[in-house]
């Protein structure tokens, strides 16, 4: 079996040394890399570094090797074209179908899907001529992964760091699995997923939670970015690695998960309830360590019903809006996840059975997708990256084309 083709696009940032890493990703899993930097990539990394690790001549003039016509045939023949790092000046060439040197000219004949990794300081990010070229390239079907939060060039810290090279790595694979013909079908939707367990203090010391790991949510979130959309990824409690392109929101408890994820709802056209809240909370916490007593009997809790955040925001859906539930039964799963898809108003309800031994943690998930239209769509034990596509498919086909992410028609 063929391994895809991939171009590997890189502009003049300082974030050009990590292509690097994430180009010995690409040739240490077998595909074949073609790099086509820019002439200021070359001021960063030299094209010896890009020939010797990827195994391929480097050129970044339309002119090198004329006779092969480098500025058609490389993006006729690559699988998939990513751009890491994408610096303003590129989004904005490619949003207005600029070609001025072979990167250009190869995104302006690309079949395949394309992707954007954007590095630069914050301010050029939010600038709204950069917002606008972005926008632009969206709704043209090119994946422009949200930039990551963090340190900048010099003392700076903001929005506009380059995503890990892993986590974009990872990102892409899942582009390159649905496939050449894939449609980026979340293109323009800002879609919120929970992920995690939360907790819920005793004392300084101690808490309830659930042995949720997060990677269901973090899954989705993966495959959402893959699939085009704006992510809000609400994290309770999980030490995974953030999904390159996710803006994440950390949170602890099941009221600040609620307070958050009500909070990006607002202006989400999709919200999905993977995470598991903590159902009780102690009615007091004790402000030092419960100690044992002498006599060693052990205290009494009093707990108090958690808010139901599904609930909540099903009650409060926009005409258009959907709401995934999940229910992680440990009997009854069926009838009681009907019973929770109803009481919550969800569109859809993503069941399965868990326990010590049963998804929690796990890589695979077994679940049945129930419908608010009264589809019932079984999948067998399947990687959670599957399972999720699986979800989103179903999602998209319920999404309203005519209303977009604020809920206008």
């Known amino acids: 079996m063929l391994m895809?083709?991939?171009?590997?696009?890189?502009?003049?940032?300082?974030?050009?040394?990590?292509?690097c890493e994430l180009l010995r990703l690409f040739t240490e899993s077998g595909h074949g890399v073609?790099?086509?930097?820019?002439?200021?990539?070359?001021?960063?990394?030299?094209?010896?570094?890009?020939?010797?690790?990827?195994?391929?001549?480097?050129?970044?003039?339309?002119?090198?090797?004329?006779?092969?016509?480098?500025?058609?045939?490389?993006?006729?023949?690559?699988?998939?074209?990513?751009?890491?790092?994408?610096?303003?000046?590129?989004?904005?060439?490619?949003?207005?179908?600029?070609?001025?040197?072979?990167?250009?000219?190869?995104?302006?004949?690309?079949?395949?899907?394309?992707?954007?990794?954007?590095?630069m300081h914050t301010e050029m990010w939010e600038n709204p001529a950069t917002q606008a070229n972005v926008a632009t390239l969206r709704s043209r079907g090119a994946i422009v992964i949200e930039p990551a939060v963090g340190r900048l060039t010099g003392?700076?810290?903001?929005?506009?760091?380059?995503?890990?090279?892993?986590?974009?790595?990872?990102?892409?694979?899942?582009?390159?699995?649905?496939?050449?013909?894939?449609?980026?079908?979340?293109?323009?939707?800002?879609?919120?997923?929970?992920?995690?367990?939360?907790?819920?203090?005793?004392d300084p010391v101690r808490f309830l939670g659930n042995r949720s790991s997060g990677k269901q949510g973090y899954a989705l979130a993966?495959?959402?970015?893959?699939?085009?959309?704006?992510?809000?990824?609400?994290?309770?409690?999980?030490?995974?690695?953030?999904?390159a392109g996710a803006d994440v929101v950390r949170v602890g408890t099941t009221e600040e998960l609620r307070k958050a994820t009500v909070e990006a709802a607002g202006g989400a056209d999709v919200v999905v309830m993977a995470a598991a809240p903590a159902d009780f909370r102690p009615a007091t916490v004790a402000g030092q360590k419960i100690k044992?007593?002498?006599?060693?009997?052990?205290p009494t809790i009093e707990l108090v019903t958690n808010p139901d955040i599904a609930a909540e925001l099903g009650a409060a859906k926009r005409p258009g809006q959907l709401l995934v539930a999940f229910a992680a039964e440990t009997h009854d799963a069926l009838?009681?996840?009907?019973?929770?898809?109803?009481?919550?108003?969800?569109?859809?309800?993503?069941?399965?059975?868990?326990?010590v031994d049963l998804v929690f943690g796990a890589d695979h998930n077994t679940v049945t997708i129930l419908g608010a239209d009264g589809t019932t769509t079984a999948l067998g034990e399947l990687p959670k990256d599957d399972v999720s596509d699986a979800i989103w498919d179903q999602v998209v086909t319920r999404l309203d084309p005519q209303v977009g992410a604020a809920g206008t028609v």
Not at 85 to 108: E, Y
Not at 175 to 198: M, N, S, Y
Not at 335 to 355: H, M, Q, S, T
Request: aromatic share 4%.
């Open 4 to 19: 895809p083709e991939v171009v590997l696009g890189v502009c003049g940032g300082i974030a050009a040394y990590k292509a």
């Open 34 to 119: 073609r790099v086509v930097p820019t002439a200021s990539a070359l001021k960063f990394v030299g094209a010896p570094t890009w020939a010797a690790l990827s195994g391929r001549p480097v050129a970044t003039e339309v002119w090198d090797d004329a006779h092969e016509v480098p500025h058609v045939r490389i993006g006729r023949h690559a699988d998939l074209v990513v751009v890491a790092p994408a610096t303003a000046d590129m989004l904005a060439k490619a949003a207005h179908g600029i070609a001025d040197d072979l990167l250009t000219n190869t995104l302006l004949t690309a079949t395949c899907p394309v992707v954007f990794a954007p590095a």
């Open 155 to 202: 003392a700076d810290t903001g929005k506009g760091r380059l995503p890990d090279p892993a986590q974009i790595f990872a990102a892409v694979l899942r582009i390159l699995r649905r496939g050449a013909t894939a449609e980026a079908d979340l293109a323009g939707r800002h879609v919120v997923v929970t992920a995690g367990g939360t907790r819920e203090p005793l």
């Open 222 to 243: 993966r495959a959402a970015v893959a699939r085009g959309a704006r992510v809000t990824l609400v994290a309770a409690n999980v030490t995974l690695t953030d999904p």
């Open 292 to 298: 044992k007593s002498d006599e060693g009997t052990a």
């Open 335 to 355: 009838e009681n996840a009907r019973g929770k898809l109803v009481k919550k108003r969800a569109d859809l309800i993503v069941v399965n059975e868990v326990g």
